[in-house]
């Protein structure tokens, strides 16, 4: 089955007028589907930088990654400078009733409170201790009702209404029923030709 994956990238002004920016990148593993029930691992990763001021280091940033309300917490204590820095990932398994589609909402937060330059920065950026600047991305995957095939029927069952011996008549009326048959995941089996 597919997989997704996406990413979110915003950027905000301190008031040094520095811009930091946080990207989330996530994705998920191929869904498996049990009975009625989809599963996926979905998987997200927080990266930081900053522009062309000096880099930071020997610092602690508290972070985090929620995914579908499951939230992991992590210290940073690497540089932050003018590239991309990973800074924590986070996985967790989704189960879903497999009929239905399934929105995962995913945030993240960076805050070196040692450093106002570089305090309060999270996903979605609104949020930004100090002014917004752009956002892209989306900070919602999506994951679509699974279908499974139907299958033919194992068996089928012929009764006569009426009459008699081993041989039915043209003008006799029967019954046919199968049984075995599966339907698929998100619907009911109607007919078989």
């Known amino acids: 089955m597919a997989t ?14 520095e811009i930091q920016q946080l ?23 927080l990266s930081v930088k900053r522009d062309s001021y000096g880099p930071s280091y020997g610092l602690t940033a508290a972070c985090y990654i929620t995914i579908n309300g499951n939230k992991k917490t992590a210290n940073y204590t690497d ?4 590239s991309w820095r990973t800074v924590m990932s986070h996985s ?3 189960s879903y009733t497999a009929s ?16 106002s330059k ?13 002014g ?10 999506k994951l679509a009702k699974q279908i499974t095939k139907c299958s033919a029927p194992t068996s ?18 029967i019954k046919i029923s199968w049984s075995g048959a599966k339907s698929y995941l998100s619907g009911l089996l109607q007919n078989y030709k």
């Open 4 to 17: 997704v994956t996406g990413s979110f990238v915003a950027s905000g002004r301190n008031p040094s007028v």
């Open 23 to 45: 990207r989330l990148v996530y994705s998920n593993t191929s869904i498996t589907v049990s009975g009625t029930t989809a599963s996926t691992t979905v998987s997200a990763t």
């Open 79 to 82: 540089t932050v400078d003018t």
């Open 92 to 94: 967790v398994k989704v």
């Open 100 to 115: 239905s589609d399934k929105t995962i909402s995913l945030g993240a937060g960076f805050n070196m409170s040692s450093n």
């Open 118 to 130: 570089l305090k309060g920065l999270v996903l979605p950026a609104s949020s930004y201790a100090y």
């Open 132 to 141: 917004t600047g752009t956002q892209s991305g989306s900070l919602s995957l």
């Open 156 to 173: 089928v069952t012929l009764t006569r209404n009426s009459g008699s011996g081993s041989t039915i008549l043209p003008n006799e009326t």
